[in-house]
């Protein structure tokens, strides 16, 4: 079963970057597509982006322009790089592979932008 690691998180102002990675031993980007999710406090989850196999992307609006999920088959890792970021971006990050690749879930990391 597939079974993923988020990193990357933490505190960063207004306007600032963060890159999110996620990865595997089991994951192979090349057969996988993988999707980021976040989840503020008291609020639903929220699908934020896609990746597929072939390497399209899609995402949310809210994100649009200001993120960009890309991976590196090399090491089979996924990356969300989230520029400009803004406060109502705060919230636990997570990846998460499609049905066909076990509907895993990472753990969670978490991103707050605050000043």
């Known amino acids: 079963q597939v079974q993923l690691v988020e990193s990357g998180g933490g505190l960063v102002q207004p306007g600032g970057s963060l890159r999110l990675s996620c990865t595997g031993p089991r994951f192979r980007s090349n057969v996988c597509g993988m999707n980021w999710y976040r989840q503020a406090a008291g609020k639903q989850r929220e699908w934020v982006s896609y990746i597929g196999p072939d390497a399209v992307t899609t995402y949310a609006d809210s994100v649009k322009g200001r993120f960009t999920v890309s991976k590196d088959p090399l090491t089979d890792t996924v990356y969300l790089q989230m520029n400009d970021l803004k406060p109502e971006d705060t919230a636990t990050y997570y990846c998460?592979?499609?049905?066909?690749?076990?509907?895993?879930w990472g753990q969670g990391t978490q991103v707050t932008v605050s000043s």
């Open positions: 998460k592979t499609t049905v066909s690749c076990d509907n895993a």
